[in-house]
């Protein structure tokens, strides 16, 4: 069983260890290993007094996966927030991926977010399924764009926009597989390209 919470200064250590664990197993993130652990504290804990779409997973206390919606910072692009978002392996199937993504979407049009957009390897069919089945939409390729492992990658560029009625296509998390806490406070954390990509 999981709960989702709104990332805390006390989960960056946990946070640290399950984006470092993802990088080195999967390409995806763009990253090999997490940034280092005093500047990657030091960002989440200068930034949770912000508003911003910032969830993770957890069992026991350990984070397992992570998502956020991350406003663009520029004027003229503040209602868009881009998408990053990772789950552990073992935990990859069990709906964690999909109660992190519709929490966080839900909480993105609560704090007045109109768009959140994202990248995604074409190779990550699990996650372009996922992104498909919740309402987003592909806008664009970027070919071969993504390079790791000495290959190249297609970038799928997609989106989801909130509805002029305030509402959008986003299905209810699955009560089943685990339980949301009701801690809706969410905080922000730096856009550095070290979160960049799907999982």
């Not at 609560?110 to 957009?117: A, H, M, Q």
């Not at 070919?143 to 000495?150: E, L, P, Q, V």
């Amino acid at each position: 069983m999981f709960c989702i919470e709104s990332v805390k200064p006390e989960h960056a250590e946990s946070l640290h260890a399950a984006i470092d664990s993802v990088a080195k197993e999967v390409p995806y993130l763009g990253i090999t290993a997490a940034p280092p652990i005093d500047w990657f504290a030091n960002q989440i804990a200068h930034h949770c007094n912000a508003r911003d779409p910032f969830f993770v997973a957890l069992v026991e206390q350990k984070v397992v996966g992570w998502c956020s919606a991350i406003p663009i910072q520029i004027d003229s692009m503040r209602y868009t927030g881009q998408l990053y978002m990772g789950v552990l392996r073992e935990w990859r199937g069990h709906g964690v991926g999909e109660s992190l993504l519709n929490t966080t979407l839900g909480n993105a049009w609560k704090n007045g977010l109109c768009r959140v957009e994202l990248e995604v390897c074409r190779s990550n069919t699990n996650a372009v399924r996922l992104y498909k089945r919740l309402g987003f939409v592909l806008e664009g390729v970027k070919r071969n764009a993504f390079h790791a492992n000495r290959e190249f990658d297609d970038l799928l560029c997609m989106a989801l926009l909130l509805r002029m009625d305030g509402s959008a296509t986003i299905r209810s998390p699955s009560r089943e597989r685990g339980s949301i806490s009701a801690n809706h406070s969410v905080p922000n954390i730096s856009a550095d390209g070290w979160l960049i990509g799907s999982t």
